[in-house]
Antibody, heavy 122, light 114 residues
């Protein structure tokens, strides 16, 4: 079955960077766009951006332009998201999630990774 | 950006009764060329990632029980749980995926047992 397995929790100091990984299995990695969504503690869902595993530039939410970088490694079916210049308000669970439509993007998300808690604290 | 709102913020429903959640978008998410509403619903239980329930406003995702249904068009949408079960206690989010980014979510509606 389709699975997205993310890297473990991280604790970072303000100003540092964090890189979260998401390893996909159970489907053709290059046939589905991958999105990233975050959820601050007790809060709602916030879309961060999307990457096309067949190549091309990722698309980022304007709010995060310049601070987020999405990359991929097709040899290991893994996507990565790096957030730089971390602030306490970046403390959140970060999810990778697949677009269920092959070779295109619908913009809805299924399934989701288990989430990675990133804590930013001095 | 399209702003999504939901009502109510929280909802207490007796087991076996109907739960209705409303979602409104600040502009239409109906794409006229294919007559599809770019609107999805998710269920999130405590400590778990969200789960896709409904897409294209009214199409149930694979494996979703038929007590869940979505309706609406344009800017006004509804998620209905026909006969609430204990396992349906969760927060429910609507989400648009219309047009250029950003994709945005509603603030969520918490459903509890009354």
């Amino acid at each position: 079955q389709v699975q997205l397995v993310q890297s473990g929790a991280a604790v970072k100091k303000p100003g540092a960077s964090v890189k979260v990984s998401c390893k996909a299995s159970g489907y053709s990695f290059t046939s589905h766009y991958m999105h990233w969504v975050r959820q601050a503690p007790g809060q709602g869902l916030e879309w961060l951006g999307v990457i096309n595993p067949r190549g091309g530039s990722p698309t980022y939410a304007q709010k995060f332009q310049g601070r987020i970088t999405m990359t991929m490694d097709t040899s290991t079916s893994t996507v990565y998201m790096e957030v730089s210049s971390l602030r306490p308000e970046d403390t959140a669970v970060y999810y990778c999630t697949r677009d269920p439509i092959s070779y295109s993007t619908s913009g809805c998300f299924d399934p989701w990774g288990q989430g990675t808690l990133v804590t930013v604290s001095s | 950006d399209i702003v999504m709102t939901q009502s109510p913020d929280s909802l207490g429903v007796s087991l076996g009764e109907r739960a209705t959640i409303n979602c409104k978008s600040s502009q239409s998410v109906l794409y006229s060329s294919n007559n599809k509403n770019y609107l999805a619903w998710y269920q999130q239980k405590p400590g778990q990632p969200p789960k896709l329930l409904i897409y294209w406003a009214s199409t149930r995702a694979s494996g979703v029980p038929d007590r869940f249904s979505g309706s609406g068009s344009g800017t006004d949408f509804t998620l209905t749980i026909r006969s609430l079960q204990a396992e349906d206690v969760a927060v429910y989010y609507c989400q648009h995926y219309y047009g250029p980014p950003p994709i945005t979510f509603g603030p969520g509606t918490k459903v509890d047992i009354k």
